[in-house]
């Protein structure tokens, strides 16, 4: 979602500030702004679109200063504008905002029976108004912040800068992400480590309700209690949050090629030192475990909807899979006995961190599944499994979801040997095929010119069916996404047995269907569906292996080959596929593959 950098300095902050933003472009973003003090006087700039246009605006309008505040929008309350962009401006102070103040309306209440008027439709200028309000009743700049924050409810990431305060800047978290970053007489805020990478690879992470005084010399931070709070400081691998296309046209381009690479180091690193058993960090006793709750959202929740087909045919353990914005709305039952597992690439996500602090204290383990060590999710849970894959900055989940799957998958071989469902010798046998899976996905996408020939036939048209039965029914669902997210076009997914409850009526000469089919004990079944939509006019896309294709040969529109494989393995393998055909429709019609419209990369408020 929205980014957020602050800069105490020696040089001047507006390209400092406009380069970190750039390094924040991945969450996504509508409109872009900075706030710096100069001598004494707090000025803006803010501009529409990308932040070229903030960029151009710099050149003839620059903003001198060596402290300041930067954001990238995305819309919540109030249209994109540059009057609802950030950073919002009260009198003498100016605030960014990620997040969502759930009780802004009450607030803006109280200040316009105080006089006070509003020039925006965002939450986020109430913030900077009641932080003027306090002002104005005599508080230094530190205890206004304070008193506003105090009266904030929802999830927020703030920074605040105060006219005539060439060295200070407040920050607070709750509920949104926020580090400090620190340099040698300079200190600097961000949304995450990647914008303050390149000044600085000493970061300290603000946790849940802190509140932090910044100088250039100094950091204090007190608790959600107000108590004073040593947070470590961290130092990060600058490799890690390096953000580079690497010769490719799109990043997303770019992460879908990583992925044997990624795979096969996450691979590594789960593995025994022979190799033929799973470790993890630390013990998990699945044989104590009655009931696995699994909870995500979008992508990553398809990866848990994969892993339920894992856990229960090899480690024969119930599971219950759950779209993290619905759970703790439900207030399930969380008896004895159950582990609760949370998937999310950034370990930001707001419902599932939401998710898992309601299950604290009721599961018997929570475990994470994450891309970034030390996000919330990670810090919050009993135990946290890195996916390992790196930086990922395009907004569709490509190397991630894939690195995901091969964790679940360990994880799930890990519960198998302990409660005696498979044989060493099974377990062997499978981690020996995930050592050969980056090679074969090597060889998928081999196919990206046949992959790319298809996809011109389908930018064409405007509504995509998608099919797979059993362990393919998630990888559908994942298509389809994928498809939808940024291409635009309507894509829905379904299991193959459910064509004939409905989708079925849909089918004519212009629908394309993508039917994921490797040939396993399910293809026969599959198969069939697949006559039934060429029986009624309906264009097959079939992504198969050599045998399935050569036992359907002359059936489908366009078929697409893979690599054979242990079934068991068939959605990581078959996910590049899907991957490619987004990305090569969506090259198809020109649309804006790594950043498409409306979507945010890392989802912080509910």
């Excluded at 040089?11 to 706030?35: F, N, T």
């Excluded at 006019?537 to 079939?542: M, N, R």
Aim: hydrophobic share 45%.
């Amino acid at each position: 979602m929205c980014g957020i950098v602050g800069v105490l300095g020696d040089h001047e902050a507006a390209p400092i500030l406009v380069d970190a933003l750039k390094r924040l472009e991945y969450r996504g973003y509508d409109s872009a702004g900075i706030a710096t003090v100069n001598e004494g006087q707090l000025d803006r700039r803010r501009a529409v679109g990308k932040l070229v246009n903030l960029s151009d605006l710099l050149v003839h309008e620059p903003l001198l200063g060596k402290a300041g505040i930067g954001h990238t929008r995305w819309a919540t309350h109030g249209a994109p504008s540059v009057i609802n962009a950030h950073p919002h401006k009260a009198g003498p102070v100016a605030v960014v905002h990620n997040g969502i103040i759930e009780n802004f309306r009450e607030l803006r209440a109280e200040l316009a029976g105080q006089g006070i008027d509003f020039a925006t439709e965002t939450d986020t200028e109430t913030v900077a108004l009641m932080a003027q309000y306090y002002l104005e009743q005599g508080n230094s700049p530190v205890e206004a912040a304070r008193k506003t924050v105090a009266r904030l409810d929802g999830a927020f990431a703030l920074a605040f800068l105060f006219e005539g305060e060439n060295d200070l800047l407040i920050a607070a978290r709750k509920g949104s992400p926020l580090a400090v970053g620190h340099g040698e007489g300079e200190m600097f805020v961000g949304s995450d480590a990647i914008a303050l990478a390149p000044m600085t690879d000493k970061i300290t992470y603000l946790d849940e309700g802190d509140f932090a005084v910044i100088t250039r010399e100094s950091l204090e931070i007190r608790d959600a209690n107000g108590e004073l709070a040593n947070r470590e400081m961290r130092t990060i691998h600058l490799d890690d949050a390096r953000i580079d296309k690497g010769g490719h046209k799109h990043f997303m381009a770019k992460e879908i090629a990583e992925q044997p690479l990624v795979i096969g180091e996450a691979v590594r690193h789960y593995l025994s030192a022979d190799g033929n058993s799973v470790e993890l960090p630390e013990d998990i006793d699945f044989t104590s475990i009655n009931r696995l709750t699994m909870v995500a959202c979008g992508t990553a929740f398809y990866a848990c909807l994969t892993a339920k087909y894992w856990f229960e045919q090899l480690a024969q353990m119930p599971v219950e899979v759950d779209i993290a914005s619905e759970f703790r709305y439900r207030e399930p039952p969380v008896p004895g006995g159950t582990m609760a597992l949370f998937v999310s690439q950034s370990g930001e996500t707001a419902d599932t961190l939401a998710a898992l602090r309601y299950c604290d204290g009721k599961a018997d383990k929570i475990v994470s599944v994450v891309n970034v060590a030390e996000s919330s999710i990670a810090r919050e849970s009993d135990l946290a499994l890195p996916i390992l894959a790196g930086v990922e900055v395009g907004v569709a989940s490509t190397k991630a979801f894939t690195c995901q799957l091969t964790v679940l998958l360990m994880l799930a071989l890990k519960a198998a040997e302990q409660r005696g469902t498979l044989s060493a010798e099974d377990i062997a046998d499978k981690l020996s095929a995930l050592r050969g899976l980056p090679a074969a996905l090597n060889t998928a996408l081999e196919q990206d010119g046949v992959i790319a020939a298809a996809a011109q036939k389908l930018a064409e048209t405007s509504d995509v069916l998608f099919l797979g039965r059993g362990l393919m029914y998630p990888l559908a669902l994942e298509g389809a996404l994928k498809l939808k997210e940024i291409s635009y076009i309507h894509a829905e997914a379904y299991a193959s047995g459910e064509l004939k409850h409905g989708p079925i009526a849909l089918i004519d000469k212009t629908m394309p269907v993508v039917v994921m089919a490797p040939y396993d004990a399910l293809f026969d079944k599959t198969r069939s569906n697949m006559q039934e939509v060429l029986a009624r006019g309906g264009k097959v896309v079939l992504i198969t292996d050599r045998k399935g294709a050569d036992d359907t040969s002359g059936d489908s529109w366009r078929t697409i080959v893979m690599p054979e494989i242990d079934p068991i393995l068939t959605p990581i393998l078959y996910a590049v596929p899907a991957q490619l055909l987004a990305y090569h429709t969506a090259e198809a019609k020109g649309t804006d593959v790594d950043q498409p419209r409306n979507l945010a990369k890392s989802v912080t408020v509910e």
